[in-house]
């Protein structure tokens, strides 16, 4: 169980290689499928979303299960998650007492209720570091190196772009494409 989710097991994918690998046909199930809902957790008590725990995408057919963890795990799931059955609640005497249910995110619903599914891409973040100091290899200090690292996941629409993105170990919804020298997108063919 994870997120206090009832047979929540996921699998946490940390590359788009690994994705395409071993998530690709079922990926590629969603083509042509029609967006009937989108689910989130909220937040009872603080009355507010939870994004840290994992988005549904209801289908006509199934439900897709997305969830951003740490910097650059991706987990992606089939049906695994049954919206009907209650959450486990949790009450922790140095945080306090948290509280959740499944809710529709209207925003989403709104423009993307029908929506048919175009194409589907993995989202790739570039990601840069640059050495600062160290005792032991002097010479690479203020080099900079760079390496792609896996984003999120992006579906081409009938009404638009809808992406599930990492959002600093959050899921971040975003209703358009985001473009940039950062960001590269894998087509899931």
């Keep these: 169980m994870k997120f206090g989710i009832n047979n929540y097991e996921p699998k946490f994918y940390d590359s788009s290689a690994e994705i395409i690998e071993n998530f690709s046909s079922q990926l590629l199930r969603l083509k042509e499928q029609k967006i009937i809902n989108m689910y989130s957790m909220w937040d009872k008590i603080n009355e507010e979303w939870n994004d840290n725990a994992p988005i549904i995408l209801e289908f006509t057919s199934f439900n897709l299960e997305v969830c951003n963890y ?25 945080f306090g007492r948290f509280e959740y249910e499944w809710r529709k995110r209207p925003e989403v619903v709104l423009k993307f209720s029908q929506a048919k599914i175009m194409d589907i891409e993995i989202i790739e973040h570039k990601f840069e570091s640059t050495l600062i100091a160290s005792q032991s290899i002097t010479e690479e200090i203020g080099q900079t190196t760079s390496n792609w690292i896996l984003n999120g996941i992006g579906f081409a629409t ?12 959050t899921n971040q919804i975003s209703p358009f494409k985001e473009e940039g020298d950062y960001l590269r997108h894998i087509k899931v063919c």
């Design 70 to 94: 740490k910097l650059e795990e991706l987990a992606l799931s089939i049906n695994s998650i049954n919206i009907h059955q209650e959450i486990e609640k949790y009450d922790f005497e140095e």
């Design 158 to 169: 009938s009404k638009g772009y809808l992406s599930i993105s990492n959002g600093l170990d």
